[in-house]
Each structure stands twice: as C-alpha cells, then as structure tokens.
C-alpha cells in the first residue's frame, strides 16, 4: 500500500501561479512514477503531468510550457508548479503513485485538491 497526502490547490485568477504537492509514504519500489491527473466536470480524468523516479518526465500537451513537475526522490515528495493559469485548467487534481515492477503497479490516488480559475 501506497499513501498519499496533497497539499496545494485553491483559486487564482486567469494568468496566476498555484503549487501542488504531493507525499508518498509506505511500500514505495525503487522504480515508480508519480504525478497528477485531473478531472473537471462532465469531463474524463486526464493525464496532467509526471515525472519517473529517474526524472523522465511527461506532459499533457495543455499544460506543456506553463506547469513544470519536480520530486525530491529523499523525501517521496512532488510538486507540480502551475504557471500562466487559463479558466479551462479549473478542475480537480489528483496525485497519483505507481510502482513498476516488471510492468507499471495499479495506481494509488490521494484524495484531490480543487484548482479554481477564474477570468
């Protein structure tokens, strides 16, 4: 078992900044990937960003550009910096965690923290 803990989120208007954070702690496997997702309303849960235990990183091409994800692998801790904030980036964020072990582990979600923009 994986848990995780965000911190971030809140309400900005069009063109600010936010940070997301997220803690991983429990049964953690050398090779992982961790990152973010989000899920406004009506819509699919999509891909925002992530970033590998060797710092691989992966971008939706919505947020390539403006958001840049960082993890700290000593602490299990990411951050996603959200940069240049546009209304249709209002959703909620879920970090998620997967370990890989032969192939990628079915993911851990922690609970979302709402991002709010607004025009």
């Known amino acids: 078992q994986v848990q995780l803990v965000e911190s971030g989120g809140g309400s900005v208007q069009a063109g600010g900044s936010l940070r997301l954070s997220c803690a991983a702690s429990g049964s953690i496997f050398r090779v992982n990937v961790m990152g973010w997702y989000r899920q406004a309303p009506g819509k699919q849960r999509e891909l925002v960003a992530s970033?590998?235990?060797?710092?691989?990183?992966n971008y939706a091409d919505s947020a390539k550009g403006r958001f840049t994800i960082f993890r700290d692998n000593a602490k299990n801790t990411a951050e996603l910096q959200m940069n240049s904030l546009k209304p249709e980036d209002t959703a909620v964020y879920y970090c998620?965690?997967?370990?890989?072990?032969?192939?990628?582990?079915?993911?851990?979600w922690g609970q979302g923290t709402q991002v709010t923009v607004s025009s």
């Open positions: 998620y965690f997967r370990n890989f072990l032969g192939t990628y582990r079915s993911p851990y």
């Open positions: 970033i590998t235990n060797s710092g691989n990183t």
